[in-house]
T-cell receptor
Framework: AQTVTQSQPEMSVQEAETVTLSCTYD???????LFWYKQPPSRQMILVIRQEAYKQQNATENRFSVNFQKAAKSFSLKISDSQLGDAAMYFCAYANPGGNEKLTFGTGTRLTIIP | DAGVTQSPTHLIKTRGQQVTLRCSPKSGHDTVSWYQQALGQGPQFIFQ???????QRGNFPDRFSGHQFPNYSSELNVNALLLGDSALYLC??????????FGPGTRLTVT
């Protein structure tokens, strides 16, 4: 079974600075998808970024980018120019390909932005 | 275009009772997944519905059951509620198999 581990329960960063959230995963599959979801106090889970395992290039979405290290099974999220609106729980998630959309989530990292 | 909607927002039930939660998927989406998120935890997959059939199930007892209607909306039913069923229940819909859109969730409290 696949597992996802987030070892940082809480992180904080000064506004406008850069922060990196860590995630490791375990799978025997060679093709899969990885995601970072944001869950603000409103509770709604919002997709931040996704990475296909077969792609060498790291995904980027505006201020959000990932560092995907397939051999190390590591998938970190970098947030540049942190903004107050970035404060939320961040979840790393894994999905197998093959017609299966089940997401396996980590336990999350609570990110606090310091004004 | 409305996103994924869920009802009710909050619900309080007593141990042993039964509850039904509802989800309307995003327009154009035909697949609905349900997740349980206990306090301080990541969401756990309950099951997924596609073409009105349960396509996959997570490690949840038979007390958890579901249904998908022809319009792709879905219900989650939980029988014989336990205190441990208290959680945020999230519905997610998708069409592109790997991009799931989540609703705001239903907060269930069992007393």
């Amino acid at each position: 079974a696949q597992t996802v581990t987030q070892s940082q329960p809480e992180m904080s960063v000064q506004e406008a600075e850069t922060v990196t959230l860590s995630c490791t995963y375990d799978t025997s599959e060679s093709d899969y998808y990885l995601f970072w979801y944001k869950q603000p106090p409103s509770r709604q889970m919002i997709l931040v970024i996704r990475q296909e395992a077969y792609k060498q290039q790291n995904a980027t979405e505006n201020r959000f980018s990932v560092n995907f290290q397939k051999a190390a099974k590591s998938f970190s999220l970098k947030i540049s120019d942190s903004q107050l609106g970035d404060a939320a729980m961040y979840f790393c998630a894994y999905a197998n390909p093959g017609g299966n959309e089940k997401l396996t989530f980590g336990t999350g990292t609570r990110l606090t932005i310091i004004p | 275009d409305a996103g994924v909607t869920q009802s009710p927002t909050h619900l309080i039930k007593t141990r042993g009772q039964q509850v039904t939660l509802r989800c309307s998927p995003k327009s154009g989406h035909d697949t609905v997944s349900w997740y349980q998120q206990a306090l301080g935890q990541g969401p756990q997959f309950i099951f997924q519905y596609y073409e009105e059939e349960e396509r996959q199930r997570g490690n949840f007892p038979d007390r958890f059951s579901g249904h998908q209607f022809p319009n792709y909306s879905s219900e989650l039913n939980v029988n014989a509620l336990l205190l441990g069923d208290s959680a945020l229940y999230l519905c997610a819909s998708s069409w592109d198999r790997y991009e799931q859109y989540f609703g705001p969730g239903t907060r269930l409290t069992v007393t």
